[in-house]
């Protein structure tokens, strides 16, 4: 069916399947190996587990081409409607 859909949208299957299912996954996996390695029993562990975290994240944020433009694009709407709601009030 996901062939299908890409073949429709015309998105290459590869790359949506890297995108959507194994860069998620294996995003994942390195925070639970990096949980295991890193016990957050001290502010040290915790704050470096966070420092980690958010690497990969930014990593994950690099390889799928998201940028503060994009996530503004995204959240303006939902502001909008949000603080419509309160100048009803």
Avoid at 51 to 76: H, N, T, W
């Amino acid at each position: 069916m996901s062939r299908y859909t890409c073949r429709l949208l015309n998105l290459s299957w590869r790359v949506w399947i890297f995108r959507s299912w194994v860069l998620p996954v294996v995003a994942v996996g390195v925070c639970a190996l990096l949980r295991q390695l890193i016990p957050p029993e001290a502010m040290t562990g915790t704050l470096s587990l966070g420092a980690c975290c958010l690497m990969l994240m930014g990593g994950l944020a690099f390889a799928l081409d998201i940028r503060p433009k994009l996530v503004l694009d995204e959240l303006a709407p939902a502001a909008r409607q949000h603080w419509m709601i309160f100048d009803q009030i």
